[in-house]
């Protein structure tokens, strides 16, 4: 389905960290790179044309139906509210929404945004606590590593975390933790060697200090190992 959107407004809406997306007679005709990201997509064009409520999770249906409902036209808006959506893997996720009618020319279109709501101290505290009881307790390394991931994910919602760790030997990193990431993937970094040039953890391990990245599919640090 093609997009309504001027391109000189998509320019704006794919520079943005929210996500954005446009939906006309409840069918999605424009997402933004951040909605892929937050829905799980590969990329933003397989959203469009997909239902919007096939990413809302029950709980959320009868106020986001609302939103649709309301006439174009009718007043300021709806939101922001926190709402559970549904990613494409069908893991639930807490976002923040607002809903607005917009027009394009003659086509009212419902324009969502929806960002992740921030981490409340109280939840890394708890966190925290738990992995320190589970270290108190004497647990294996493995199944703490783990629980460091899943506590991660709990905290950022759609996101996915691994850990690797330094080989004996100093020259490569070797998986010790990653139970939201794909097999196949996991499979890539197995004995990942460091060097200057060898995605973020390759590079931290060379360099010896956190390395940080806004965009893997793009920064130089991850051409050798993009395919991943």
């Known amino acids: 389905m093609a997009t309504t959107v001027p391109l000189d407004l998509q320019r704006c809406f794919e520079s943005l960290p929210d996500a954005v997306i446009h939906a006309l007679d409840e069918r999605i005709v424009y997402a933004n790179r951040s909605a892929a990201r937050l829905l799980g997509a590969s990329k933003a064009s397989k959203l469009a044309g997909r239902l919007l ?21 009718s007043g300021s808006g709806y939101g922001p509210a926190r709402h559970t959506l549904v990613r494409i893997d069908g893991v639930s996720i ?82 010790a933790a990653a139970p939201g990431m794909p097999e196949e993937f996991n499979r890539g970094l197995e004995r990942l060697p460091i060097g200057p040039s060898a995605g973020s953890c390759g590079t931290a391990a060379w360099r010896r200090q956190p390395v940080i990245v806004s965009n893997a599919h793009t920064d130089p640090l991850w051409a050798e190992i993009r395919e991943l």
């Not at 009868?62 to 939103?67: D, K, N, Q, S, V």
């Not at 929806?114 to 108190?136: H, I, N, T, V, Y």
């Not at 703490?144 to 760790?165: Q, R, T, V, Y």
Request: charged letters at 20%; aromatic letters at 2%.
């Open 94 to 175: 807490e976002v923040e929404l607002t809903a607005v009618r917009i027009t394009d020319g003659e086509q009212p279109l419902l324009q969502l945004s929806a960002r992740m709501p921030s981490a409340a101290p109280s939840q890394f505290a708890d966190g925290e606590k738990r992995l320190l009881e589970m270290l108190a307790d004497g647990v294996s390394l493995d199944r703490l590593l783990h629980s460091a991931c899943h506590i991660a994910e709990e905290l950022l919602p759609g996101a996915n975390c691994s850990i690797l760790l330094l080989a004996a030997n100093g020259a490569h990193l070797s998986l």
């Open 53 to 73: 409520l096939e990413f809302v999770h029950p709980a959320s249906l009868e106020p986001i139906r609302g939103a649709m409902a309301r006439p174009f036209g």
